[in-house]
């Protein structure tokens, strides 16, 4: 899966992002023409190579004209549905504007809508954030990781006062994102590089199994001794979600391709005299050992006793250590080993974008037909969660999404 990841090693912001792109080989001239299509008042925007403490960086600037009134998210939200963008560009921009509202309202408390953006609601802002979204597009990056997020330290003047870093609203949106400080003082992540990573990244902190393709670093404005504040970005590819099992296969590989089948073992044993607490135990146990499935069935045994029948299914290779957990976590002093074969459809996984975020969807197929399409339910909670919407109204976001965007074969439901 085509990944890119933010190095924030110097925090982030709009501009950095937009200049680490360019970094990582976007023509700018292609970028400024797309980004035209917004159609606002006379701007433009300059890319040059700076210096930071020894590291070739692009840094981003817009020049445009001052503005004298202040923006609502609506003012914004018209904006960029007015304009010539694709929709893909138009909803990502959109859901970072609107998380940043959201933001800024939950510290002032008041009704997003209501928001009035400062420093964000510029036109510079407006462009880094399209700008941004036009680059993802550009390198078709169908994921987003970020390492921990260095904030900076000290106090930071804003339109409201002088506060402490990271400000309110940008500690808001780093909810439940890895992050430190250091005695570099100065904000080094600021809300629209907050409103970005927050709204887009899907993991954070270290990489793994990735690929490192091309690394780009985009320049901060300000200029430290002896610190690179500098943005850097990573793309590559991240093979642990390229193909989350062996019967995952690419669109093209699973057009016509049919069932595998997988010899495998069930391990089975009766359980009449342990605690619902050690079950528990014993299947998130099998789940970190990697056995691809555990489940519970409620049966019963001689004199009528209620127990529970403990099943652990594996490859024939793992039979050994699922049959130790058993025995040493269980009172069982036996177990059933039987020889099974499991017969999988052909899957891809697909990302699809919604007006509350973006969303890995599974897509199995039978005879070159899709028969059924699942998302990720952890997924689904997150953007609710995260957007404080009901699950039900995000997955029927997701359902009509998957409509438009997986295309027009019919879908086969599994009927609950």
């Known amino acids: 899966m085509r990944t890119l990841y933010f190095d924030c090693f110097a925090g982030a912001s709009g501009n ?6 360019v970094s990582l080989g976007i023509e700018p ?7 035209k299509k917004l159609n606002i008042p006379e701007f433009a925007v300059e890319f040059t190579s700076v210096n930071r403490s020894g590291i070739n960086s692009i840094h981003a600037k817009t020049i445009y004209q001052e503005e004298k009134t202040h923006r609502h998210f609506s003012d914004i939200k018209l904006i960029i549905e007015n304009s010539d963008l694709s929709e893909k560009v138009k909803l990502n921009a959109i859901e970072i504007f609107k998380n940043l509202a959201k933001a800024e309202a939950k510290v002032h408390g008041i009704d997003f809508e209501k928001v009035h953006f400062h420093e964000v609601g510029a036109t510079d802002a407006i462009i880094d954030v399209v700008g941004t979204c036009i680059g993802f597009e550009i390198l078709e990056i169908e994921k987003f990781v970020c390492s921990k997020i260095h904030v900076g330290s000290g106090f930071v003047e804003i339109a409201h006062g002088k506060y402490p870093v990271p400000p309110p609203a940008v500690a808001e949106l780093l909810h439940d994102i890895p992050i430190y400080s250091t005695e570099i003082e100065g904000e080094l992540i600021t809300p629209t590089g907050a409103a970005v990573i927050s709204t887009l990244c899907d993991e954070f902190g270290e990489l793994i199994d990735f690929q490192s ?9 300000r200029e430290y001794k002896n610190f690179p504040n500098t943005l850097r970005l990573i793309l590559g590819e991240n093979s642990a979600h390229s193909r989350t099992d062996e019967n995952e296969y690419s669109l093209e590989e699973t057009d016509h391709r049919p069932p595998t089948t997988d010899h495998l073992l069930l391990l089975e044993t009766n359980l009449d005299d342990i605690s619902p607490e050690i079950l528990g135990f014993v299947m998130e146990k099998a789940f970190d050992m990697e056995a691809l499935d555990c489940w519970f069935t409620p049966i019963q045994m001689k004199k009528n006793r209620p ?15 699922f049959a130790e957990l058993l025995y040493t976590e269980t009172s069982t002093i036996g177990i059933r080993i039987r020889q099974i074969e499991r017969e999988c459809l052909p899957r891809e996984i697909q990302r699809i974008l919604t007006e509350f975020g973006e969303i890995d969807v599974k897509v199995a197929r039978f005879n070159g037909k899709i028969v059924n399409v699942k998302a990720e339910f952890e997924q689904i909670r997150h953007l609710a969660n995260k957007n404080e919407i009901p699950i039900r109204e995000v997955e029927k976001e997701i359902n009509k999404q998957i409509e438009i965007q997986i295309g027009e074969e019919k879908l086969v439901r599994e009927k609950s």
């Not at 403990?310 to 050994?320: D, R």
């Open 29 to 35: 001239k292609q970028l400024k023409e797309e980004i």
């Open 213 to 221: 393709k091309k690394v780009g670093y985009g320049a901060g404005t």
């Open 16 to 21: 950095m992002i937009l200049g680490g792109l």
């Open 307 to 321: 127990a529970t029948m403990a099943s652990i299914l594996c490859k024939p290779s793992e039979k050994e250590k």
